[in-house]
């Protein structure tokens, strides 16, 4: 018998010893140039522009509005009464709550006003204090209509929430100084 | 080890956002409770005002009636475009209201207050 002998094959690869190298390199690059933090803070939506002469005078019932004014000097009054800052919040609260089964037109509207020289820390602590009086009232109101958290709603009862307790907040316009 | 480094580069791949902005203004932030993240980077611009009342737009320093122009532009291209106003908090009032109603004026409406988290 002839053995035929077999033609060794050369074998063909790829050199990849260096690519372990050049992965490193790019690890190392998008490393350095990520940055992971994410962006936090207050989220509002403006009203449109409307030129002054277009604008209209909407009459607003005192009980659907809510007040809040911040002078320069700090002083922030709600609704007329000196008030702190932390206390805004339990305040607002009562008074959001007590609008949930209301139609959409009847909710509480809170109205800010700051004068022009009015520091901007206290219009974000004052803001603040007014989101985390809705959180708070979209919260419980959450647990009681569902028994589940906020975060852990579906879509639609999360849309359900949001009409119930619609975060209305109007900036309004400092007034000029004369 | 190849594997864990490449899972390793991919993740920061898609986890990073290019190009940091550099800012040219000094600010410090307020803190608040009551914030939430935006989960989208990309579609937002930033509006940085300085201790010094310098106002930063994305990459420039701008007056305060360039806004409208350029944010306009910046609407057509992104039309739910994100500002993040980042003010130093000992800013007056008035310089940010200036800079809203530019934004009213662009209709670029959805903002959001910078703010970090109170400890």
Known sequence: MVQIKKKKEIEAKIPDAGMSDIVFLLLLFFLVSTTIDVDTGIGLSLPEYIPPEEQEFVPLSKDRLASLNINENGDVLLDGDIIAIPQISEKLKPRIESKINLPSKKKLVISVKTDRKTNYNLYIQALDQIKFSYSEVQKAYSQSAYAKKLEDLTPEEVKDVKTKIPIIISIAEPEQIK | MPDIIFMLLLFFMVATTLRERDVYVK????????????????????????????????????????????????????????????????????????????????DARRINYSAMLKQ
């Open chain 2, 27 to 106: 600010f410090k932030l307020p803190e608040a409770v009551a914030i939430q993240k935006i989960e989208n980077k990309r579609l937002i611009s930033y509006i940085w005002v300085g201790k010094s009342g310098k106002i930063q737009l994305n990459d420039n320093l701008v007056l305060v009636e360039d806004i409208q122009d350029i944010m306009y532009k910046k609407r057509v291209e992104l039309p739910n475009v994100i500002v993040s106003l980042r003010i130093d908090k000992e800013s007056n009032m008035g310089v940010v209201h200036d800079i809203q109603q530019e934004l009213r004026k662009a």
